[in-house]
């Protein structure tokens, strides 16, 4: 069966659901590993954590890059190996620190968490191998390095290695990520090019080789139809180059590549109404049941004619869904605004769209719906019944599944 024909037979019992579509999931995965053999991937937990697509990515030699305590937790739940579970988030607590201790490659984003660590491994009387993220003195495009939140900037961690003042904390990999969604192959690779240059740098400042290297993500999809998938073997010959002889494993992490086309939404029309002329079709839970193309729309209503720059993960930019009514192919066509069932009027998803013809019980369904979509939805707002979430197996099958709420970490 294909997500179309699931997502018809699903919408006979539901109002409002997520699709995810191993199949496609498989096809993806398949794609980078067979195109960069020679790196070990992490699965971006944050973008999705839906146990059937945990099981599905751990399943297939994923690790983990895990944004919190809860996330690594969930990473071992699902049979991943603490060796193969990244933890790397800013502003970390004490607590998580201990509640993941020696279940995760744990990743300091700043001088005082390397200093936290120091201290608990002290008082714990062990010695911890960690990881640094690292702010480079470059961009991700290759200008000069910016301010961020993320990570320690270049310049004093290096001072601080050659000084090498924490006595049970040794670093022995380095984490980089400064951009997701680039669809540009060569500026990915040039980025590529730099982090490894900068490792060579961090291990001239400790006299130790380096266990890893955490390239971060970067790796973009397309969403809207101009868009072109990034060169996966041009950039596979790029890095091999640029690793050369080095033994230190290499570590890409990646989130929506591997389900963001993956997942469809779908919401059933409601109601139809005409306003002054103007036409609406109310569906269920939009803004609250899908969060970005409200945004987008929104973003979009203020920039006017400006250009929209991505700001990952609430916008991408402009055309980056397309709405599809199903099994409507021949019916005449109409100009609409579609909207939400919520109590404001902010759940604007398009607006003056051309759609067919549409009644109460006819299902739209948005595509690029994998990633940073039910995670990133408030569906607390105005205590709607939530949207389920189906999960389209291999052999066919659909199954629903308990998605909400796997991820959470409690002390
Ligand atoms: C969110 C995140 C990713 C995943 O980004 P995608 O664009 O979904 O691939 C990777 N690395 C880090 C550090 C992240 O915060």
Wanted: with cysteine; charged share 25%.
């Amino acid at each position: 069966m294909d997500a179309m024909t699931a997502i018809s037979r699903i919408a006979e019992k539901c109002d409002s659901f997520y699709l995810y579509d191993k199949r496609s999931i498989i096809e993806r995965i398949t794609k980078l590993k067979m195109a960069m053999p020679f790196v070990d991937f992490l699965y971006s937990v944050k973008c999705n954590h839906n146990p059937n697509v945990l099981d599905t990515m751990f399943s297939h030699g994923f690790g983990a890059d895990a944004a919190s305590a809860g996330e690594v937790l969930a990473a071992l739940d699902h049979g991943t190996l603490p060796e193969n579970i990244y933890f790397s988030a800013p502003g970390k607590s004490a607590k998580e620190i201990e509640a993941v201790w020696k279940k995760a490659n744990l990743i300091a984003d700043s001088l005082h968490e390397i200093e936290l660590i120091e201290k608990i491994a002290a008082s714990k009387e062990e010695a911890i191998n960690i990881g640094v993220r690292i702010n480079p003195e470059t961009a991700f495009d290759g200008g000069i390095g910016v301010s961020s939140k993320f990570g320690i900037d270049e310049e004093p961690l290096i001072t601080y290695l050659t000084a090498s003042q924490c006595p049970h904390v040794h670093i022995m990999g380095i984490h980089v990520h400064q951009r997701s969604q680039e669809l540009n192959t060569k500026v990915i690779a040039d980025y590529h090019r730099r982090i490894i240059d900068l490792a060579t740098r961090v291990e001239a400042a400790t006299g130790t080789e380096l266990a890893y290297i955490n390239l971060g993500s970067g790796i973009g999809i397309p969403y809207a139809d101009r868009d072109e998938e990034v060169d996966l073997s041009l950039l596979s010959k790029s890095l091999k180059n640029a690793v050369g002889e080095r033994k230190t494993r290499i570590l890409i992490e990646v989130g929506r590549y591997a389900v963001g086309k993956s997942g469809y939404y779908a919401m059933k029309v409601m109601d139809r109404k005409i306003s002054r002329g103007k036409t609406f079709i109310i569906l269920k839970n939009t803004l609250n049941g899908f969060l970005r193309p409200s945004i987008a729309r929104l973003t979009e209503y203020y920039a006017g004619d400006r250009e929209c720059l991505g700001r990952e993960p609430l916008y991408t930019g402009r055309y980056s869904f397309s709405f599809t009514a199903i099994g409507k192919e021949s019916a005449p066509r109409e100009t609409v605004d579609l909207v939400g069932n919520l109590c404001t009027a902010t759940d604007v998803i398009a607006e003056n769209i051309d759609m067919p013809y549409l009644e109460p019980g006819d299902v739209v369904v948005i595509n690029n719906a994998g990633a940073y979509s039910a995670v990133l939805s408030p569906m607390q707002f105005s205590s709607q019944e939530r949207p389920e979430e189906y999960f389209l197996g291999m052999d066919g099958t659909e199954f629903r599944a308990a998605g909400y709420g796997t991820a959470q970490f409690q002390d």
